[in-house]
Structures are given as C-alpha cells and as structure tokens.
C-alpha cells in the first residue's frame, strides 16, 4: 500500500505525543526527530525534509501549543497542514487555450505511463467536457508503441493521428497539428518518446516540439515508484523544457512517497494529476490536502 511505511512511522511520532498530558519542548524535539528519519526513510529530498522539519518545530514549540489542552492533536494538525502546504496547498487544473486547441505535450521517461495516461486523460477530457480530443503519436522509438497508442485511443473513443515510426517525430506532431486545426478538435494530446534516462537527444527532441506545438501544458510523467530517483527525472525535466505540470503515476503500488512529497518543492510546479492502476479510469486530480490525510492515515 501507498504510503505504508511513512503512515505507520508518524502514527508511531504522534502515539509518544498523544500518552502525554502535558508536552514539553523536549517532547516535540523527539518527535521531530522521528518525522525526519520517517521522512527520509520515505525517500523524501534532503532539503524538503530540512525546511519541513524546521516549519513544523518552529509553530510547535509555541506556548499556544504546549500550554493548549490537546497539544498532541495541535501538533497532528500542524504537521497535516505542513503536508499539505509541501505538495502545493491546493490542486492546480490543466491550462487551456484561449483558442482551441488545448495544446498538452506529455513527456518522460520510458515505462513512466506516458501512453498510458494520454489515454486516461483522453477519457476524462470525453466524458467531464464532452471534449473530441486528438491523439498524436510521436513516440517512434518504442516498440509497439504506436499500437498501444491505438488501443488505448479506441478504449476511450480518442482519434489517434499516426504516421508509423519513420517519420521524424517532429513531422508528426507537424502534421497532426494541421490536422487538428481542420479537424476543430478541442485538445490535442501529443505523446512524445521516452529513455530509460535523460538524454541530450531526447531533451533535443522534445525542445524541438515545445518550439513547434506551443503547448498550454507539458506535463511530466513520472513514476511514484521511483522515490528520490522521480524526483531528479523531474529536475532535469523541468531544467531543459520548462514544464507546467506533474502527473505522479502508479500510486496503486507501495510507493513510499519520496516522489509525491518531494517533486513540488524541488521544481516548483504542481502536481495536477496522480495515476492509480493500470485501467482508463485510474486517474485523479491531485489534491494535496486529500493526500496529506492518506498519509497521516
Ligand atoms: P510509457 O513508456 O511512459 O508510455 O509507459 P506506459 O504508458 O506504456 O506504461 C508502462 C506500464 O505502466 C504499463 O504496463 C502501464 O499499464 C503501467 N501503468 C501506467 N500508469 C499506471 C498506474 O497509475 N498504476 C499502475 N499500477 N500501472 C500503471
């Protein structure tokens, strides 16, 4: 389960707290430094777990806290906010263009859930906005994705514009763009092609289609599972192509919850949508504050 771990190590933070009628500073020293080591077991980024501790301490050890009658469940509540506030305070919806077609560029690394969720989000986009979104196909390197492609456009009843795996990508996403305009589809999906790592000719290539395609969003997949390592990915992302967004996926798995705590204060941008298993219907909007309650359990 998402989150296990980190849930059962806080719970253990508080339950010392929770025994005590009255809690001194020294009280919430121990327990601070039981938040770090569970933070940082969760693979949450050094600095974040740095700034998230320091906040905490500094509006715990107030008189207002320590003297209230509940200073344990005060204590819960800062840390719950605190959590809150580190993955961005409140959900962020999807930019859209001022004129049709919303353009969203989809990138990352290769098995993160790119095709995937450009069909998922195909789906919400059909059925919330009764949107006719196009599908385009620029990841020519994958085998088979193309036809994954396919499958997941008719799933959810998305056009998918493909010119096989010959064409150079920024061809395709050229053409489907033209098409699109004829076509007046409302939102044109463009799924791009991934790497096991970030490298220079991928950066070029998705570059390349930034500059062409204008996107309103590029939205960053990235898999939970990854912890810290999800973190970096997104950094070097973010760094060459100046994303708007982070989808977080696989949060179905036991994700310890390095990636989700750590992405929106390492890059500075939200994340607008966590993917929950393997089906097109498993994606969420991300709300920080939800995600904070999953945690504290
Ligand atoms: P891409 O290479 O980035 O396009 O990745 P794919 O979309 O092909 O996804 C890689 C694998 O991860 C596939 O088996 C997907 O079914 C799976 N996957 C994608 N998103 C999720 C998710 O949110 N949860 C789970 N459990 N699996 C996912």
Do not use: C, W
């Not at 305009?181 to 390349?208: P, S």
């Amino acid at each position: 389960m998402a989150f296990e771990g980190l849930s059962e190590r806080l719970q253990k933070a508080f339950s010392g707290l929770r025994r005590k009628g009255k809690v001194t500073e020294a009280d919430v020293r121990d327990s601070m430094r039981e938040i770090r080591l569970a933070l940082l077991e969760a693979d949450v980024n050094f600095g974040v777990v740095k700034e998230f501790v320091k906040n905490v301490r500094e509006k715990a050890v107030g008189t207002e806290v320590l003297d209230s009658l509940s200073p344990a469940q005060q204590i819960i509540k800062i840390v719950n906010d605190e959590l809150t506030a580190t993955m961005g305070d409140a959900a962020v919806p999807l930019n859209k263009a001022p004129h049709i077609p919303t353009v969203i560029m989809m990138a990352g690394l290769q098995g993160a859930g790119k095709t995937t969720t450009v069909g998922k989000l195909a789906k919400r986009l059909i059925e919330q906005e009764k949107a006719r979104p196009l599908l385009i196909a620029a990841d020519v390197y994958r085998p088979a994705a193309i036809d994954q492609l396919q499958v997941v456009g008719e799933q959810v009843g998305a056009q998918v514009f493909a010119l096989g795996t010959d064409v150079d990508p920024r061809e395709i996403v050229r053409q489907g763009l033209a098409q699109a305009q004829l076509q007046h589809n409302d939102y044109v999906l463009i799924d791009t092609a991934g790497r096991l790592q970030i490298d220079e000719k991928l950066m070029t290539e998705l570059a390349d289609i930034k500059a062409l395609a204008e996107p309103n969003e590029i939205l960053l997949v990235v898999d939970a599972m990854t912890g810290q390592a999800a973190t970096d990915v997104a950094k070097g992302f973010d760094e060459r192509l100046d994303i708007t967004g982070v989808v977080l996926t696989k949060l179905d798995g036991d994700t310890r919850g390095g990636a989700a705590l750590s992405i929106r204060k390492v890059t500075g941008k939200p994340i607008k949508f966590v993917g929950q298993g393997e089906k097109m219907e498993a994606l969420d909007v991300f709300y920080p504050d939800r995600m904070a309650n999953r945690i504290l359990g």
